[in-house]
C-alpha cells in the first residue's frame, strides 16, 4: 500500500522546480564497476530542469587537510539541459576510455578516470573543484571512510563532509568486490526509506568478474502531501487546499468533514493524477460547512488501498467572532429584511461593483431592492470590529 504522507517543511517536490541545485541525497549511485571501462549509474531522487551539471570523481576526500586527495585521478562531467523526473536512472559508459557516453545527455572526461578493482571511490558533487557541494558517495575500498589515510593513496578516501553513511554514502566496508549493483530491493517508499534501502551494502548484487548497467528499478513514490490547509472564505464557505509533492497511482481524494460529536461523511470526491512527479495543487469548498467543521483527506490507491491526512480543525464562529448575518427573504423581490448584523453595509453586483451602502445602527434593516435588476447581487458586512462576511441574495 502507497504511503500517505505529511510534509510540513522540508518537501523535495518544492525543490523539484528549481532547475539545477541539488542537495546530498537528490541523486544515488546505484551501480558502480571497476572492471570494463568502468561503467556507472546514478538515479535521481528528485525531479531536475533546465541545465544540470554534476560532477563524478575517483579522487578521495581526505578529511585530514578538508581537500582532496593528491592522487591523480580523473573527473566525469554529466551535463543535461531539460526536465528528468525522479527515478531516472542515468548510465555514464566508458568513462575509463577518455571518451564517455551518456544515456541521458552528455558526459566529459578530465584527468584519468579510473575506478580501481582494488577498491576507489566515485564521489558525486556540483560546483566546482575547489568548493564542492556533495551529493552522494560510493565507496568500494574496504576498510575506508574514517580509518583510512588519504594523502597520496588513489585508492582510499574519507566520507566528504555532509554527506551521510547509510543515506547520501555507502561504504560497502568490509566487504569488496568489483563490481556493485542496487538489486532493486526496495522501490517505494519515502524519499528516506529509499534512500536507506540504496546505501546498504546488503541490498547489491556484486562480483569481481562481470560488469553490471543499469538496474531498471523503476523507483516509485507515494502520493505525498504538502500541505493540507482550511479557510474560510468571504461567503462563509470553506476551501480546502492541498498539494501533492509527488504522486503514482493516486486514484483522488475522498473529503471527508464532521462536527464537534458527529461521525465522518464523506462530502466530495476530487481526482487525482495517476502519476506525476511535479507538484500538483487541489482544491475542494464545503458550500454548506457546520459551524465547527473537522475535515480530513481520504487518499485512495487505484488498487483501492486508502491512508488518511492529518485532520484540520475550522471553527466558523471563532473566525468571524460575530453572529451570523441573516438575509431574508432569498430569493426576494422589493424588500430584503437584514438581521443580526450591526455596521456598515454594502451591495454589490455579481461584477463587484459596489452600487450603495447602508449603516446599520440597531440589528436589523429592511432594505429597497425593487428598483434592482433581476439577478444575483451580494451584501458584505463590515462589522464594528472590523470583521467581514457577506451574503448573496437573488432579485426576481
Ligand atoms: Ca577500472
Ligand atoms: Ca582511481
Ligand atoms: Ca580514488
Known amino acids: 500500500m502507497l504511503r500517505f504522507l505529511i510534509i510540513f517543511c522540508l518537501v523535495f517536490g518544492f525543490r523539484s522546480a528549481l532547475a539545477s541545485t541539488l542537495s546530498a541525497g537528490d541523486i544515488a549511485i546505484i551501480t558502480m564497476n ?19 551539471e554534476i560532477h563524478f570523481t575517483d579522487n578521495g576526500w581526505d578529511s585530514g587537510t578538508s581537500n582532496w586527495g593528491t592522487a591523480s585521478e580523473g573527473t566525469v562531467t554529466w551535463t543535461f539541459t531539460g526536465a528528468l523526473s525522479l527515478g531516472t536512472e542515468v548510465s555514464i559508459n566508458n568513462p575509463q576510455t577518455g571518451t564517455a557516453t551518456a544515456s541521458h545527455g552528455s558526459a566529459v572526461v578530465s584527468g584519468s578516470f579510473n575506478i580501481s578493482g582494488g577498491g ?6 556540483q560546483g566546482t573543484v575547489a568548493s564542492p557541494t556533495f551529493l552522494y558517495a560510493f565507496n568500494h575500498r574496504a576498510n575506508c571512510w574514517s580509518p583510512c589515510s588519504v594523502g597520496t593513496s588513489s585508492l582510499n578516501s574519507n566520507l566528504p563532509p555532509g554527506l551521510t553513511e547509510g543515506v547520501s554514502a555507502l561504504s560497502t566496508d568490509p566487504t569488496h568486490e568489483d563490481n556493485w549493483q542496487y538489486n532493486c530491493a526496495v522501490i517505494t517508499g519515502t524519499r528516506s526509506e529509499l534512500l536507506a534501502a540504496i546505501a546498504n551494502v546488503n541490498n547489491y548484487n556484486r562480483n569481481s568478474s562481470s ?5 531498471g528499478c523503476n523507483i516509485l513514490l507515494p502520493v505525498e502531501l ?3 490547509e482550511a479557510s474560510q472564505q468571504i461567503d462563509n464557505t470553506i476551501k480546502l487546499d492541498w498539494r501533492t509533492a509527488s504522486e503514482i497511482n493516486n486514484m483522488g481524494f475522498e473529503i ?9 461523511q464523506k462530502i466530495g470526491f476530487v481526482r487525482g493524477s495517476d502519476q506525476n512527479f511535479e507538484p500538483q495543487d487541489y482544491s475542494f469548498i464545503d458550500f454548506e460547512p457546520f459551524a465547527e467543521n473537522y475535515y480530513r483527506l481520504k487518499q485512495i490507491d487505484e488498487d483501492g488501498s486508502f491512508e488518511y491526512s492529518k485532520i484540520l480543525h475550522i471553527d466558523i464562529a471563532s473566525h468571524i467572532g460575530q453572529k451570523e448575518m441573516i438575509i431574508y427573504p432569498n430569493p426576494a423581490k422589493d424588500e430584503l429584511t437584514i438581521a443580526q448584523a450591526k455596521g456598515l453595509i454594502r451591495l454589490y453586483n455579481l461584477l463587484g461593483e459596489p452600487l450603495k451602502q447602508y449603516t446599520i445602527q440597531e440589528s436589523s434593516i429592511i432594505i429597497d431592492i425593487s428598483h434592482l435588476e433581476t439577478g444575483t447581487y451580494y451584501l458584505e458586512l463590515i462589522h464594528e470590529n472590523g470583521k467581514r462576511n457577506t451574503r448573496h441574495f437573488f432579485k426576481y
Open 120 to 125: 576507489d571511490q566515485l564521489i558525486a558533487y
Open 34 to 52: 571497476a572492471d570494463g571501462a568502468d561503467d556507472f549509474v546514478f538515479i535521481l531522487l528528485a525531479d531536475i530542469s533546465g541545465t544540470t
Open 256 to 264: 471527508e468533514r464532521r462536527a464537534n460529536d458527529s461521525d465522518w
Open 226 to 228: 504538502s500541505y493540507f
Open 211 to 215: 560488469t553490471y548497467g543499469a538496474p
